[in-house]
């Protein structure tokens, strides 16, 4: 299991940063661009996000668990023609979403726009849309190498290029955006367009790394290849059948988070008129979308992390019918998704005032905080669904992804504009929470029929998992109330953010500390806990 949680940490200190580095951009981006701004630019990523799942037909992950699939049984030389097959047919999808995503934008445009929309509005949104529409053609060529890495049991060229990719994005974003509105004094959209297609521009960094990488590990790789003794030698047409047997399911598993927002992107304008808060219906979604969703995804990085790991790891315990070995691995990491990200998104919700304020200013907070505070809770349930499909996939079972996405969207669906009627706009939040809830439930019953497992150490745990963080929770409001009588964190940024960082700091060592006390760190992680044992006794010492 050691090297589930070194692969789990490498991939979740990158997925954290790069998260991390999405979220803080955003201030000084929404300050030269306004709400207008940031609504243009959440058009343009929702089509780009779902047409870039589309592409790469699930593969990466598929490419994953297939090559650990032949490495366990000692044929390297499979893994490798998989590679190159996979290669082709990603530059093939990728050019063929590049024309749906950049022939169909104004399509896109339309649909996504209400029935008040301008022309003009609609040129803008389509020509957005275009210029996100490269980045289709090497993103999907990148995925797949990232893939095969990820087989060969190596996490770092993943995580290393994911952070180089956002770093670079970034900057060519941020100054691109600044030089059309504040140089050369041109129009919002083209700015839009210029930060989407920024992702291009990472991409291609991020591709360069990975060749680096590449290259210094192909003599290994080689050297493997020619040291086995035998090969299944798959025909083409056969290694494909396999590969998309794995992907297909997981085509829809990788797009689950941009068809909830998409199902809101066509429904919840007309909704929120009808609620009568038509006025506040491109703010709200851009605060939910774009800016909300950037805070809560940085616990989530965890469970994407987790469940990159954990598939060739699963994947060969099963291949071999390691069934105890097999049974620890998925109870560990439910345990691990319990034990992070529950006190996280629990904080995050308790301080959901100040961390909006904190990083997008405290204009209107006490309403968009409150949308935060509602979908804060849902990352939990998208961490549990990334991880219970990625089980899923690595026990062979990955077809039934599709029945739980499905119900979980048809809910969306049914419920979507009954709830913004209802609630407002964080109807849409319960709407999400409600449909992921689902499908993680149907996941978690489905690896329970399939081998047997037993939940009940996971019970168990979560339950005192549960206790410790709402006593976390409780001294975290009580501090933040404290401090909130002296100085108020609607009054300013500053104020906000000393609270956030006083309040999170407190809980979060807080949290550790009954974890270790509890022994929950020590029966969850294991022994890599010892060198925080020999830290608190030198300090007992002391």
Known sequence: MSKILKGTMILTVASFLSKFLGMIYTV?????????GMELYFYAYTPYNILLSLSTLGVPLAVSKFVSKYNSLEDYQTGREMLKSGMLLMGLTGFVAFLITFLGA??????????????????????????ISFALLIIPLMSIIR????????MAPTGISQVIEQI????????????VLNVIGGELSTAIG????????????????????????????????EQQEFTYDISRKSMFKELLGYAGPFVLVGIATPLYQLID????????????????????????????????????????????????????????????QLNHQINQALQIIALLILPAVVGLSVLAYEAYGSFYGVDRVSYFGELLRWYAPVGLFFALYTVTSSILQGINRQNFAVVSLGSGLAIKLLTNSWFIVMF????????TGLAVLVAVA????RIHRAIDFSYKQVYKRSLLIIIVTTIMAAVVFLIKWAIGLLWDPLDSRLAALFILLLSAGVGGILYLWMAYQTTLLERILGGRVRILDKFLRRGQRG
Do not use: C
């Not at 893939?147 to 190596?154: A, I, L, R, V």
């Not at 670079?168 to 030089?179: M, P």
């Not at 407002?424 to 709407?431: D, E, L, P």
């Open 28 to 36: 000084p981006f929404e300050e030269m661009v306004g709400p207008d």
């Open 106 to 131: 104004e399509q896109i445009a339309i649909h996504s726009l209400s029935d008040e929309a301008t022309n003009t509005k609609v040129a803008e949104v389509t020509m957005v849309i275009r210029m």
């Open 147 to 154: 893939g095969f890495f990820q087989g060969n049991d190596s």
């Open 168 to 179: 670079v994005r970034i900057i060519f974003l941020l100054v691109s955006v600044y030089i």
């Open 194 to 225: 210029f930060s989407t297609f920024a992702a291009f521009v990472g991409g291609v960094a991020s591709f360069i790394v990975l060749v680096v990488f590449w290259k210094k590990r192909k003599p290994h790789l080689d050297k493997l290849v």
């Open 265 to 324: 992107q066509f429904t919840f304008k007309q909704a929120m008129y009808e609620a009568g808060l038509g006025q506040d219906s491109g703010e709200a979604i851009s605060a939910i979308h774009v800016l909300s969703h950037k805070l809560v995804i940085i616990p989530v990085t965890l469970g994407i992390g987790l469940s990159l790991a954990l598939l060739p790891a699963i994947t060969k315990s099963y291949t071999k019918n390691y069934m105890g």
């Open 424 to 431: 407002g706009a964080k109807g849409s939040i319960i709407s």
């Open 442 to 445: 149907l996941n978690l019953w």
